[in-house]
């Protein structure tokens, strides 16, 4: 069915602050382009997955429209995802329409997560869009081991492509998921490669969504004990720097570069939440580590903006307190059938 509403029509929705229930504004909205990823990460996809039907995807011009009507109501930070959104077709002219939308009444950031292997072809691109910040997602530095992660790719298309990146100027941040057995003994070397490089570098934990085919019990690393090994080495220094999302920093003084910890396991950060993650079907998921959702794309079609508005309000009574992720043995299936790839991570 063709969408007969275009980002325009939403200025004629009146503009409000999306605020849950619990005071809790909402800044920062997370867009899954495609569920589709020329990789096969461990810990994100099983090997042989089944992927959405094209016609089911949302047009660029629902995620247009969508996000007009988020940023109409007060979000000021839109992260691109996947899957991998730089192997959607056309993919450029999504980001160069939401980079218009980048202003003082607008969008502050337009960023977008990559595993980095398309980002020597489109980096150029991505900063005339707007984009000055990603992050790429990178878990080792050897060639093997990235063969075995990601069950595919090339790690120096994904070297490439930082190389390319920072030559366009757009600033890099490296996250890496911590495993134990897996590459926590990379961990030091990555952070002293990624800050001599002037990249920022953020560990996180591993989250139990989507059966993946490998045994995420073993695998699991709080990020206390990893935290608690580096401070026995390095001074770090807390940081008050936010990017909008739920990583906390500390500053690293013997490197002098940034590092992040996100803890969705042992920590969770939801009681700052600020995110939204709409699924490449128009999904609106208010948690990752929940069910609710809302059809924004059902609400687009049948109603055009004012029902997507007053979705919006939905969603907002919707948005749980929190979530609580449990991973061991008495718990070792996913907590969630979705895969990661379906919500954008």
Known sequence: MTVLFKSADIESVPKRALVDRYGRTISYLRVSVTDRCDFRCVYCMSEHMTFLPKKDVLSFEEIDTIVAAFVARGVRKVRLT????????????????????????????????????QLSRYAEGLHRAGVRRINVS????????????????????????????????????????????????EIEPMLHWAHSRGY?????????????????????????????????????????????????YVRVEETGGVLGFITPMSHNFCESCNRVRLTATGQLFMCLGQEDMVDLRLALREGGPEALDTAL????????????????????????????SVTGG
């Open 200 to 248: 920022g570098l953020t560990l996180i934990e591993g989250m139990p969504l989507g059966e993946v085919g490998v045994d995420r019990v073993d695998q699991y690393l709080p990020l206390k004990e990893l935290r608690d090994r580096l401070a026995a080495r390095y001074t770090l220094t807390k940081l008050d720097q936010t990017t909008g999302g739920p990583a906390r």
């Open 313 to 340: 309000d939905r969603a907002m009574l919707l948005k749980p307190k929190g979530h609580d992720f449990v991973l061991d043995r008495a718990h070792g299936e996913p907590a969630l059938k979705r895969h990661m």
């Open 82 to 117: 996947g899957g991998e959104p730089l192997v959607r077709r056309d993919i450029m002219a999504l980001v160069d329409k939401l980079g218009g939308y980048i202003g003082a009444d607008g969008l502050q950031e337009l960023t977008l997560t990559t595993n980095g292997s």
């Open 138 to 185: 990178l878990d080792t530095l050897d060639p093997e081991r990235f063969a075995a992660i990601t069950r595919r790719g090339r790690m120096e298309d994904v070297l490439e492509g930082l190389q390319a990146a920072g030559a366009a100027g757009i600033a890099i941040k490296i996250n890496m998921v911590a495993m134990r057995g897996v590459n926590d003994d």
